[in-house]
């Protein structure tokens, strides 16, 4: 493979030269230079540019840019262009315009307006994949291959007849009868008994809720479409280009639900994704800590390209609140933390037409004399001071599982409690561990465990035999195992395991749930330890749990209501290990009390002991290791460390000071 240039953190972003005149790109050229961007990604929206009409190629633009970025130096991430088709296409073929689950056409207008299932679509889109890999394969800009872009962002799940089709065709795959079909769907159930494979549709809008078995295979359906869409296009560049890496660009924003990138991820050469920070949520720094985690998990801890962010506002908000000054550097350098080595944004260059010219980019509407740009081309120059971290690793001796498809499951219809939901589920934890200066590998189910000190299991709603067997093997090898509400419920068919909750834990775990008890929207329950055990208040879920081992401990416990007296917190030694569960969610102080004292068990220390409000992760190699220190409070603080800081180019030590949201990187040693 030829290799993404490593020297430095790359730094750079989307360029879209066709929204300006020719003169601008001069000056595009002299700007990146005096920013230090290393790469851009050319082409992303280009299809219309580059096939005008039918069969009608205009190359001779792209091939000047190209020639202008190679002679400047920077490195091409080239798109395959196929993300949105140009007006000619859709007119044309209307066929391949999407269907909402209520009817109604996507018509285009905006972008990514194409069904996933066509075949028209995607001969054509594999036909343009084939002209840009043939012309461009040798071209000496060409570091990296982009396919398409943000898969699924606007057009699945698609419920269209020719999706109605493909799913038969995908159901027949994964059952081979229609009476394993019924069975997993549980037909039984309100006369759904299918009789024909063509009865089936796509969960389009009905009288009340969908099947839910029906709605999780939908979900498994959209994912495996467009990766096979993903591989196609690999293997049309694949024909042309046999050493440039190949990637597309995920979505690991964890509120995203639609592909299940565990199953995209190792078709990568590279895990590349998109990260913006959601200004509603009630943590969104710590949202972006846990994206990075996870992004991570997906590379197999390896580092990881941040394709896009936003150096300032986006434009898709109810409200756009711009970034604080330095607030470019530091959520940048958050990411670098957690095991990107690359940094790419959205865009280079601030349109001053279209649904994105309210989003920020590189260089703002108002132009290179601005505190952005200034900011930028900081960033640009610490990116270059970076280079000895690339290719490191990130310390974690805590997994905490994730899952698409226990995702989908528990966001289907019918549950017990909307109010539980598998990301506040996931993040709670992964926040407080955050604050305590823990890092986490956010990983898929079936990833080794063996190498961690604890194993976080939040409410993992469907999980498989196996993975549910290599959870239980962790905490015999040693390992301290949480495992939180609402975990081990159902089978990957979305079948309760029956005989009590939490199902395939409940032998690990010493415990055995009756009947849920979900508290309702604002409702709290008292929670009491022993003396020695703090208390403090449940949320969102409760349950009517047992010990069933005499080995298991009860370590919290309902102070009041129709639980009082009954376990929230139990705690049981599994030969080597431990296996801790937890049946509500408590308030932070609580939950982080219980979260320090497995930590102290199980032997887990922090980076770096950090005041509150400022992350510290540390990346290792073979050369040493880096101490990096985000400071998101407005106070200048001080943190133990000694070494060279690659931010302010100064020796530090005992203590390096880091300004009110500011950051240091301590070469330590
Ligand atoms: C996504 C897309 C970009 C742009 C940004 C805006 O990441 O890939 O084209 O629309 O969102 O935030
Ligand atoms: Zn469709």
Redesign the pocket.
């Known amino acids: 493979m030829r290799p993404w240039p490593s020297d430095r953190v790359a730094f750079g972003g ?1 360029y879209n030269p066709e929204q300006w005149p020719r003169a601008t790109w001069d000056e595009d050229l002299r700007l990146m230079r005096a920013a230090g961007v290393s790469f851009v990604t050319l082409g ?2 280009s299809w219309s540019w580059l096939e005008p009409s039918k069969g009608e190629y205009d190359f001779a633009w792209l091939d000047e840019v190209m020639d202008l970025l190679a002679e400047h130096g920077i490195a091409v991430d080239l798109a395959t262009a196929t993300a949105t088709p140009p007006p000619w296409l859709s007119a044309a073929y209307p066929e391949i315009l999407p269907v909402d689950r209520e009817g109604r056409t996507l018509w285009p207008g905006s972008r990514q307006a194409w069904c996933p299932s066509s075949p028209l679509y995607r001969d054509l889109a594999l036909a343009l994949t084939d002209r840009i890999a043939a012309r461009y394969h040798d071209h000496p800009a060409l570091a990296m291959w982009h396919v398409s ?2 898969y699924a ?1 606007h057009n699945l799940p698609c419920y269209c007849d020719t999706c109605a089709v493909a799913f038969r065709r995908w159901l027949e795959r994964r059952y081979g009868s229609l009476d394993a079909l019924n069975e997993a769907w549980g037909t039984a159930f309100w006369s759904q008994r299918y009789s024909a494979w063509d009865e089936v549709l796509p969960p389009r809008i009905t009288t009340t809720f969908s099947n839910p078995t029906h709605v999780l295979d939908y979900s498994r359906f959209g994912s495996d479409t467009l990766l096979d869409f993903y591989r196609a296009e690999k293997e049309v560049i694949r024909r042309h280009s046999s050493d440039v890496p190949v990637t597309t ?1 995920f ?1 690991t924003l964890s509120q995203f639900r639609l592909l299940d990138y565990h199953d995209w991820a190792p078709e990568q050469d590279v895990v590349s994704t ?1 990260h ?1 920070v959601v200004d509603s949520l009630a943590h969104p720094q710590a949202e972006l800590s846990f994206h990075g985690d996870l992004t991570r998990g997906l590379a197999g801890g390896r580092p990881w390209m941040l394709m ?1 962010h ?1 150096t300032s506002a ?3 908000q109810p409200v756009n609140p711009a970034k604080p000054p330095r607030g470019t550097v530091l959520d940048s350098l958050a990411h670098v933390a957690r095991g990107a080595d690359a940094l790419g944004f ?2 280079w260059r601030q349109s001053r037409a279209g649904s ?1 010219k309210f ?1 920020s980019a590189l260089v703002p509407h108002a132009g290179e004399d601005s505190d952005r740009f200034r900011e930028v081309c900081e960033l640009g120059a610490l990116a270059g001071r970076l280079g000895e971290v690339v290719g490191s690793t990130v310390d974690a001796e805590v997994a905490l599982l994730w899952d698409y498809e226990a995702q989908w499951a528990l966001a289907g219809p019918c549950m017990p409690s909307a109010a539980v939901d598998y990301v506040t589920a996931a993040h709670t934890v992964h926040r407080l561990l955050r604050d305590r200066g823990v890092t986490c590998d956010v990983v898929h189910p079936g990833t080794d465990l063996s190498r961690y000190r604890v194993v976080v299991v939040p409410t993992l709603y469907l999980v498989s035999d196996e993975h549910a067997a290599a959870v239980e093997a962790a905490a015999r090898a040693g390992a301290h195992v949480l495992v939180t509400y609402l975990s081990g419920v159902a089978t990957p068919d979305d079948h309760v395991r029956l005989g009590g909750y939490p199902g395939a834990f409940r032998d690990l775990l010493g415990v055995r749930v009756e009947e849920f008890f979900p508290l309702r929207v604002e409702e709290e329950v008292a929670l009491a330890g022993p003396a020695s055990t703090a208390g403090g208040r449940g949320r969102t879920w409760s349950e009517d749990a047992r010990t069933t081992a005499e080995d298991a401990e009860a370590l919290l416990a309902y102070a009041e209501g129709p639980l009082a007296g009954r376990p929230a917190l139990t705690r049981r030694p599994v030969e080597d290990g431990v296996a801790w569960y937890l049946g509500t969610l408590p308030d932070d102080d609580l939950l982080g009390g219980v979260l320090e004292r497995l930590l102290t068990e199980a032997g887990v220390a922090p980076a770096a002991r950090a005041p509150a409000g400022v992350e510290v992760v540390r990346r290792r190699s073979q050369e040493g290791s880096w101490l990096f220190v985000l400071n998101h409070t407005g106070t200048a603080c001080e943190v133990a460390a000694a070494g060279h800081d690659l931010v302010s180019g100064r020796e530090v030590g005992p203590v390096v000071p880091v300004p009110a949201r500011g950051a240091a990187v301590v070469r330590e040693g």
């Open positions: 989307d992303v929206f872009n943000e962002c660009n979505m998109d913006y896009e936003s986006v434009n898709w959205f865009q994105e989003h």
